[in-house]
């Protein structure tokens, strides 16, 4: 391929002497393609992200601004041409005084030099996935459809059926198969019938006996030859003779020729139907051209055509070379069935949109990585392909939504499974629905995971689903390009040129960034993660768990190896975090549940201390206080010199019940005799209530203890200023309104003990 600097392009067709001038800004991105006609491409070829100045040498022409098409204001005959990120064959009109009077054609090569085969590959799998859910019991295949290519007046739906069947017949493992045959094809060995003189032959078969005494041309037997006495007085000078020949003339060698000249035959349909000079009407002939030349092979001359196809010899399922064309003869019929409404953003007009394709090439590669780990639902498989007028439609297409459900069962846990195509979340709806905590978010591809037995909506109100991202970008070489650091220096001018990169197709940090997006905006998200073609994986975890994370996986289209058991690893990773019921990021669900179901939260604004060091779980919500009481000051001085405080545990009312509420609780508010507020407040410091008996309370000089046993808490005095100096209200509180209404005995009533948030509390404070 000769690199070029500028380029003359002569348009005589349009008008005698026309030239239209194309020049490159950069070195190494403008070619004259030799072998651009074997590859369906036209001559000259731009690299896409790059930009290229083009003059006419009349100012009455112009080129029709389109996307990749920009002209001069005053002067309509310069301009640029910026392909941006399209790849393929580039047609612009070629307009004269705003009147389009012909094209002009230019190839876009792609910045990755695999995409050709990338392409190829990729096609080839979509098509052999097509059709082996076509081949399903439960699929519309059993609907019959004729097609007549010759009468298919739809373009766009007959290059799409050409070009799935291209995808398999253009592979180098098709051209291989067919050398392999040439080379070596099976033979059998064949019986011929021929006149032999009677003396050459050696072993009498039983037909020979009857030849002998019944065939004419016969030669007089001496009189005295032994067979004489037999009766025999003649015998034939011929008889007949078998004679083993090998011949390449077997049936698996038929069905071989019969699926070549089928091949030939639609190719010359859609040839024929196309229109002349158009790109379905050249790669048809160039398809035919190579068919033509694998059935004038010398082999195929001494075949003859089948009466019978044995699709079940053993030469045809096992041999190499031969089982190859029996798939592709297989997945024939049904591929020229098929119509892609996806296949227009990938190869409408001639363009070969590798970004997309790659995003469609994933969905089938995860799509069988899922199938081997769940149980998706056939139902949900046999839907993507539909019965249409045109043929049996696959209804993967960018931008809409696709979803297939399954199960996963490890025997400790069974879980709900979701493989979403273009799911969008809303930034409409409000918590707990699920969606969006921002703008509308559409991932490629989403996979959720829920608790079995109950709806996926139950499991996003109780914040029971997770979610894993997964964004298809073709354009990205390796991780260095998103992962790359920067100078401090340098990172505003990559930031502020980032947009326009983008739209080069120049991935770098924004991919990054885009799975951030997804993993904080879009709820119940536990990862979110790049798919591309390239090498290296990276994973980084958001805590200690394997998720949440952030993270890039390389799948590569590739026969041979895709990478993808490195993302089948990480599945099973995560679905073994799944079954641990007591991992960190089924707390923080819980907590999170727990935190937002209340639709109005609680205030306050009043003066506590600070969350932080040793008092870094006061979450006022979750904070108890215990509330006792004190009848007399000799008491209240034992508890301020011990550190102490004690509570009855007998069956009377003023017993403490130790609840959670109670063996939780953090503070101790110190209710005092004939007054209406409290303001001692001292902080526990023992892990919980413990049983001191009447005996013991006396030696530490407990003022007349009563019952057998009590139950001790230790206690230590806050400073008032933790506090603000507060007094509170403990009149007002919910817990002591519900005592005075059950207590009767209002002797009883000051001493029975009770709990209450912290929250709650300092809503009552009067001072």
Known sequence: MESLQSISIDLNHIENGLKLF?????????????????????????????????????????????????????????????????????????????????????????????????????????????????????????????????????????????AFIKSVLETEEFTESIHRIVSSPVTQWKETVELK???????????????????????????????????????????????????????????????????????????????????????????????????????????????????????????????????????FDLAAKLVWKGGEDVYSGGKKDIAVLYEYWLFFKLLELFQSIFEIEPKDISELIQPTNNGLNLQIKQGNHTALKGIYDSGKRKLNVKFNYNRSFSGRKAYPASGSWSATMRPDYTLSFWSYGISENEAEKEELIVHMHFDAKYKIANLDEILKQKAEEDVKSEMDTEKAENRKGIYKNADLLKMHAYKDAIRRTGGAYVLYPGDKSLRQKGFHEIIPGLGAFPVRPSKTDSGINELKTFIYEVLDHFINRASQREKLAYRIYDIHKNAKPNELKEVIPEAYGENRALIPDDTYVLVGYCKDEVRHAWYMEKGLYNFRMDDDKGSLILDNSVTN??????RRKDKGTASELFKIVSKGPKVYSKEKLELLGYPSPKNDYYLIIEIEKLNPDDFGNSEWDFKQLTQYKKLKETCKDVYKLPGIPFTVTMTELMRTNVK
């Open 22 to 162: 194309i020049d490159a800004r950069k070195e190494d991105t403008l070619f004259a393609s030799e072998d651009a006609f074997e590859n369906s491409e036209a001559s000259y070829q731009l690299i896409e992200g790059s930009f290229y100045d083009f003059e006419f040498n009349s100012e009455y022409y112009s080129l029709h601004e389109v996307n990749t098409v920009l002209t001069h204001k005053r002067k309509k005959f310069l301009g640029t041409i910026a392909p941006n990120i399209y790849v393929g064959t580039l047609s612009i009109p070629v307009t004269k005084d705003d009147i389009e009077v012909g094209l002009i054609e230019l190839e876009v090569q792609s910045i990755k030099s695999s995409y050709r085969n990338d392409y190829r590959d990729m096609l080839e799998l979509i098509t052999e996935k097509c059709t082996d859910l076509l081949l399903q019991a439960n699929s519309p295949v059993s609907h019959h459809f004729e097609t007549d290519y010759a009468r298919d007046s739809n373009q766009e739906a007959r290059y799409q059926k050409f």
């Open 197 to 331: 003189d009677i003396r050459n032959i050696r072993r009498f078969r039983n037909s020979n006996i009857k030849e002998i005494v019944t065939s004419r041309n016969r030669t007089r037997l001496p009189d005295e030859h032994f067979l004489r006495s037999y009766g025999l007085k003649s015998l034939p000078e011929k008889i007949t003779s078998l004679r083993k020949t090998e011949t390449i003339d077997t049936p698996e060698n038929r069905f071989i020729k019969h699926a070549l000249e089928v091949f030939l035959k639609f190719c010359s349909d859609i040839h024929n139907a196309s229109e002349a000079g158009s790109k379905l009407n050249n790669e048809s002939g160039i398809l035919i051209r190579g068919l033509e030349s694998h059935l004038h092979h010398s082999v195929f001359k001494e075949i003859s055509r089948p009466s019978t196809l044995k699709i079940s010899s053993p030469v045809l399922q096992r041999k190499e070379g031969y089982r190859e064309i029996l798939r592709v003869w297989l997945m």
């Open 665 to 670: 609780s953090r503070y101790l508010l110190l």
